[in-house]
């Protein structure tokens, strides 16, 4: 019984990940009606960011900056990338979007892997949260409870600003009738910019927080956006708080699964992703579209 | 314009040539290929440097000035056996290639030891670690280079069982290689009377080893062996010191890593880690001047693996043996029945022999990875604090159950 809560626990760890993730892809989608596919490259290149703040020749900035630094950096480029080639595909059909952030994916994760190789680079816990503490039925790395409490913040500040905010609001509603919001005074296409933006910077921010769990690697957003993708099509494509809940609880069963037939441990996302599909395709939140 | 009488002329001429140079002089053209991961979690620790590794040889072979033509390609297997075995019968068939390298990992290596056979060409694998290559699957086309599972057991597992480290949790990856290190580990845990009180076997390429790991902590085994390689080897280390696994007194043993992963990780993360190679570029001043020249010639300056520095030997002799013979037969078993003939030596692995099994036979090292005072430099990893006789180090042929071998 023990075991099982430290199953739950981890799996927890592992949704929060999850979580930040497919909000980002959520948001993305929800707003932009892009399937962002470039969205694991752009959470490997926050742990990449992060790592070179740290360790360059000029200053060495640490952890705790890297948290916004780094998620604005990434932002920007990915502002860029909607700025020079997202927009033009508006209206378009959503495989134009996918196919070229799948490229964009490939190219980012190639140019990275043929300068740093494929196993990865250190980057340390910083030492504010090191150790662990122990709980009786597991010992919890300090490090770990933190990267649960601050995502499940993150997710519900993002929630909060989209679904509850007037910002929110007119974000929503530039989707809805864009023509109508910019008859408003409002600068629709400046808004999308800035919604991939946070979008992108979800996922550099999920980077920054998994770099000292996992080796910053190239590839280390291609084995994750996968997932990812099941999960958002499971929360419900588009639905913020869906993808939320989504990721935590998927992160749990996963966890689960590790636990009692680990060798399915990689598949039972997408089990779950074709049951799903099969009994609700607009996903466990999502509404007819 | 009629152009017949000009075409029949060209063939004529064709088939003429070709009736006399099989009998003027051998064949000296070899088409040697590199099949790897280029791409995946393992390229690092072959991938691109096992190419350079392979042109290297070819380089110092010097077999261009004495008149032969040596071609070089390679392609990314992506560890999927599948593309692994189509690649090999597509290089066999259309590209002509005689001899395959590298060709790490144990799933991929079973799949092209069977074409490789099947239609008599030659597999020298440097990568894989599975031990039955040269076992139940032993193939007369095929020599298996550098280390394998037995090797590896019966080094790390020996020393650690004798350094008081007798119950075992085992960290499993769920594939060919994987279950055969396990196997291999296991047999010897209990062989020197240890025991083995639990295992459990996560997918190939996991990002996220907590729950295995707390497993293996919740057995309280004081050995964890981690029968991985690579991303996963690492990944499972750093998650490892978060849970406080090895301050709870429970030792790590890596039964597979590479200096690539002890790069990567960081000696404040290694430090203390024993494991065995049969290969590193400090060992004397032939591993030196090799790594030296190779680690240049490499984008990221790495130092050479012990699967790359492998594919550098197993082409040296390769190329020493096609001499001995004059020229290239194209025929895969004989090469290999030659190639067991001759003695290797080269400044890599330095001398050594290939059993009747296909078994490559050297000295194995166990390596301690050095405190981050102890290290002088980048790429200054391993103390050196065992070795293992050549003849010792692998299974014995008395337990063999390759075929090849007359009993």
């Known amino acids: ?289 | 314009m009629n152009t017949r009488p000009i075409a029949s002329f060209l063939l004529g001429t064709a088939l003429a040539l070709a009736a006399t140079s099989g009998a003027m002089a051998q064949d000296k053209t070899i088409k040697v290929g590199v099949l790897t991961d280029n791409s995946g979690l393992y390229a690092d620790l072959g991938g691109p440097g096992s190419t350079l590794a392979a042109q290297m040889a070819i380089e110092d072979s010097g077999l261009a000035a004495k008149g032969w033509k040596v071609d070089l390609i390679s392609a990314d297997h992506q560890n999927k056996p599948d593309i692994g075995t189509a690649i090999a019968r597509q290089w066999i068939d259309v590209e002509k290639i005689d001899v395959f390298m590298d060709v790490l990992n144990s799933g991929v290596a079973l799949a092209v030891n069977n074409v490789v056979r099947e239609k008599n060409a030659i597999l020298i694998d440097t990568g894989a670690a599975t031990s039955d290559l040269t076992n139940a699957q032993c193939s007369p086309n095929t020599i298996h280079w550098v280390y394998d599972t037995y090797m590896l057991a019966n080094s790390t597992g020996q020393a650690l069982v004798k350094a008081g480290g007798d119950t075992w949790y085992f960290l499993t990856a769920d594939y060919a290689f994987g279950h055969a290190l396990e196997r291999d580990t296991a047999a010897v845990v209990v062989k020197s009377g240890g025991k083995v009180i639990g295992s459990v076997k996560h997918p190939l390429n996991t990002a996220d080893f907590s729950s295995f790991l707390l497993q293996a902590q919740a057995s309280k085994a004081k050995i964890i062996g981690m029968a991985n390689a690579g991303g996963d080897t690492t990944n499972t280390i750093k998650q490892a010191a978060e849970f406080g696994i090895v301050a709870g007194g429970q030792k790590l043993a890596g039964l597979l890593l590479f200096i690539t992963d002890v790069h990567a990780l960081g000696l404040k993360v290694a430090q203390g880690l024993n494991f065995t190679e049969t290969f590193y570029w400090n060992l004397n001043d032939g591993t030196r001047a090799f790594s030296k020249r190779f680690s240049e010639r490499m984008k990221n300056k790495a130092m050479p693996s012990m699967v790359q520095a492998g594919v550098y030997s197993g082409l040296i002799h390769y190329f020493k043996t096609l001499e001995a013979l004059g020229g290239n037969p194209h025929d895969g078993a004989k090469v290999v029945a030659k190639m067991k003939e001759m003695p290797t030596d080269d400044p890599l692995f330095g001398q050594g022999t290939i059993r009747a099994d296909g078994r490559k036979l050297h000295p194995a090292y166990l390596f301690e990875v050095k405190k981050p005072e102890e290290s002088k430099g980048p790429w200054d990893y391993y103390k050196l604090i065992g070795t293992t006789a050549a003849d010792q180090a692998f299974r014995p042929l008395s337990e063999s159950a390759c075929p090849l071998v007359k009993k």
């Open chain 1, 1 to 289: 019984m023990q075991a099982l809560y430290a199953q739950l626990l981890v799996g927890l760890i592992n949704g929060s990940f999850y979580a930040l993730l497919s909000l980002g892809l959520a948001v993305i989608f929800g707003m932009l009606n892009i399937i962002n596919f470039a969205h694991g490259a752009l959470y490997m290149m926050g742990a990449f960011v992060a790592y070179f703040l740290l360790n360059n020749d000029y200053l060495s900035i640490g952890y705790w900056p890297a948290l916004i630094v780094a998620p604005i950096v990434v932002g920007i480029f990915g502002m860029i990338l909607e700025r020079t080639m997202l927009q033009w595909l508006t209206g378009l059909d959503h495989l134009y979007g996918l196919l070229l952030t799948f490229g964009i994916a490939l190219i980012v994760q190639g140019v990275f892997q043929n300068y740093f190789g494929s196993s990865g680079l250190p980057y340390a816990i910083p030492d504010q949260l090191k150790g662990g503490m122990n709980l009786g039925f597991m010992f919890l790395p300090v490090y770990r409870g933190w990267v649960v409490v601050f995502s499940l913040i993150v997710c519900i500040a993002t929630w909060f600003l989209i679904e509850k905010t007037r910002l929110g609001a007119y974000l929503r509603a530039a989707t809805e009738n864009p023509t109508l919001v910019r008859a408003f005074g409002i600068n629709v296409p400046r808004m999308i910019t800035l919604t991939y933006g946070l979008g992108v910077g979800l996922a550099a921010l999920a980077g920054v927080l998994s770099a000292p769990i996992n080796q910053v690697r190239p590839l280390m957003g291609a084995d994750l956006i996968i997932v990812v993708f099941a999960v958002v099509v499971i929360g419900g494509m588009g639905s913020i708080m869906g993808s939320i809940i989504t990721g935590f609880a998927l992160g749990v069963i996963e966890g689960l699964t590790k636990y009692f037939y680990p060798e399915a441990s990689n598949t039972v996302v997408f089990v779950l992703m074709v049951l799903v599909l099969l009994v609700k395709p607009t996903g466990l939140t999502g509404r007819a579209a």
